[in-house]
């Protein structure tokens, strides 16, 4: 078979030959046609041609931009330098490529990919410059919206977590480089999660947003705040800064939180803990700083919460302890270590067994004893007194009903009311299974609820206190006269009987001041149609003052320690 025979042309004549062939007309619609935008100008930057896809993405015309500068699109958004380097580009000859962004006739912006190439004679002189491109705002915007997805918070519009840390990172880089201190702040709401409970997530969201809004606006704009999950925010205060100027700004946070939330009508009061790290002073590296922060923060919610504190070495060790406390608590749970005793409670006209106080013990297997003063407030913290306080209510509803069957007759058994549950919003479903579940009538069961309890959120208190009322328990108020109310603000809540807390008890009879606020408690809470029962009566000189004043009930260890239940049924003296 013969071979075919082929000549070899040279590119740059066979280019020539293809132009040669195509018309002016057919070039002409090429550039008009094409979707590019293009634009032609000469040497000196005046604009010569623009096609119908620069007419339509800017909004100007041909004879609008003719003889124009391309300087009538600038955006502002780059500076000098970056146009600069721009003509130095195309300038030598060489072709610019980059993402502009420019602003239309009507003001928008968009983005355009550009290219620009310098067009050269024979003589390697630069002629013209021709710059195509294409606008991407569509693609900028979808990028610009997956970084803010993967680095802002969805619910609050902050810095996410993983923001955050690259910010911190840069910082502490630049705190370096120049010898600068920085701080770190860890805020995290108080009782947060009694407020979620109460009022829903829906809420809970609402008053997350409300509180970024306001810290937000706080702080300076070359500080940084961050929502780090759940309520917790952290805060950067780039330097240089010193221990005093950390103070202004934790207190001008607090102040911001001052003012109630309103959320569906209701006010609601928010306080928060803040734990401080410095730079250099106490770490130097990112994960440290973000936990020195956080251990101080723990510290704050140790001391009652609404402060803040700074980090110490000392501060690293009980944080730890509060935190093995934590873990072994939910073991102990898991594995039934807590259990109930129970306090005799006697009416002291008659002398006889009115009632037990159901008390929540924990001996730990290798810590022994635990007092509840350690860890009723982390279950609360934590959320496990809600499985604990069910756990109580149940066991000592089955209790009261086991002692009566053998014959031990005991009118009630009180059960403490934590605040998380009282404000839990199943509270009062919860007490009517537990009472069907066991069989026990509704009035033999007394809650006892703190004074600081009902005093956190009173409107929210007081709705609940009405459905526990409606399904025919007692309800008591525990510990009173030291929180902050009074008799007569206690007329808001459905309440039968007030618990006149141990310290004023202690200093009955020789005490003149503890011995007329005892009695005039005993007389106002007669007057509003509530008894009244003294805790930590230990003397019989503190006995017969209690009996004097026309206080109905007592109890303490002259009447009757904690004890187990065998030991309750056995050993009743009085």
């Given amino acids: 078979m013969a071979q075919l025979q082929t000549k070899t042309v040279k590119p740059e004549t066979k280019r020539t030959s293809v132009t040669d062939r195509l018309s002016r007309r057919i070039l002409s619609q090429a550039l008009e046609q094409t979707a590019d935008i293009v634009m032609i100008t000469d040497v000196s930057g005046n604009i010569e041609y623009v ?30 330098i970056f146009y600069s380097k721009l003509w130095d580009t195309i300038r030598r000859g060489d072709v610019f490529r980059g993402v502009i962004e420019n602003r239309r006739k009507d003001n928008s912006i968009y983005y355009e990919e550009k290219t620009i190439t310098p067009l050269i004679d024979d003589n390697g002189v630069i002629t013209n410059y021709v710059s195509t491109g294409r606008d991407v705002s569509e693609n900028i915007l979808t990028q610009s919206r997956l970084r803010h997805l993967a680095y802002c918070d969805i619910l609050t519009g902050l810095p996410n977590r993983v923001q955050l840390r690259h910010e911190l990172s840069q910082a502490i880089s630049h705190a370096e480089r120049h010898n600068e ?29 409300d509180v970024a809004h306001r810290l937000r606006h706080t702080l300076r704009n070359d500080d940084t705040i961050a929502r780090n999950g759940g309520d917790e925010f952290v805060i950067l205060l780039r330097g240089p800064v010193d221990e005093n100027d950390v103070v202004r700004v934790a207190e001008k946070l607090f102040n911001s939180l001052t003012a109630p939330f309103i959320l569906d009508g209701q006010k609601h009061q928010v ?41 110490s070495h000392d501060m690293e060790v009980r944080v730890l302890e509060r935190m093995e406390l934590e873990q072994c608590l939910q073991r102990g749970i898991t594995n039934n270590e807590l259990f109930n005793v129970y ?34 407030p982390v279950a609360e913290d934590t959320g496990d007194i809600i499985t604990l306080g069910e756990r109580v209510l149940s066991e000592a509803c089955r209790q009261l009903i086991k002692w009566r069957q053998k014959g031990l007759i005991l009118p009630h058994i009180s059960v403490n009311l934590s605040p998380r549950q009282l404000s839990h919003p199943n509270i009062s479903s919860k007490v009517s299974e537990t009472l069907i579940e066991t ?131 056995s050993q009743q003296r009085y």
Wanted: aromatic letters at 8%; hydrophobic letters at 35%; glycine letters at 8%.
């Fill in 271 to 311: 306080s928060a803990s803040i734990g401080i790290s410095l730079y250099p002073q106490d770490h130097v590296t990112m994960r440290d700083l973000l936990k020195g922060a956080d251990i101080a923060m723990y510290q704050a919610k140790g001391q009652g919460g609404s402060r803040y504190c700074f980090y």
């Fill in 181 to 209: 201190s920085l701080a770190v702040l860890f805020l995290d709401l108080d009782r947060f999660k009694n407020i979620n409970d109460s009022l829903g997530h829906d809420l809970g969201d609402r008053l997350l947003r």
């Fill in 51 to 80: 096609n119908h896809a620069f007419e339509n993405c800017t909004g100007f015309s041909l004879t609008e931009v003719l003889g124009q500068k391309p300087n009538l699109l600038r955006s502002g958004k780059h500076n000098d």
């Fill in 343 to 376: 306090q005799p409670q006697y009416e002291l006209s008659s002398q006889r067994l009115i009632g037990a106080e159901a008390l929540l013990r924990w001996h730990h297997p290798k810590m022994g004893y635990i007092s509840p003063d350690r860890f009723i």
């Fill in 439 to 569: 069989g026990l009538e509704p009035d033999a069961l007394v809650l006892e609820l703190t004074e600081s309890a009902l005093m956190q959120h009173p409107e929210q208190a007081a709705r609940s206190l009405n459905k526990l009322k409606s399904i025919g328990v007692r309800l008591s108020v525990d510990d009173f006269g030291t929180g902050h109310s009074s008799l007569s603000y206690l007329r808001r809540f459905p309440l039968d009987c007030i618990k006149v807390d141990r310290s004023f008890v202690q200093d009955l009879p020789n005490n003149k001041e503890a011995s007329a606020l005892v009695e005039a408690i005993v007389k106002m809470a007669h007057s509003l149609s509530m008894s009244v029962v003294a805790e930590g009566v230990e003397t019989d000189e503190q006995l017969e003052f209690l009996q004097q004043t026309g206080c109905e009930g007592a109890q303490g260890y002259l009447l009757g320690r904690p004890m187990s239940a065998n030991d309750f049924a």
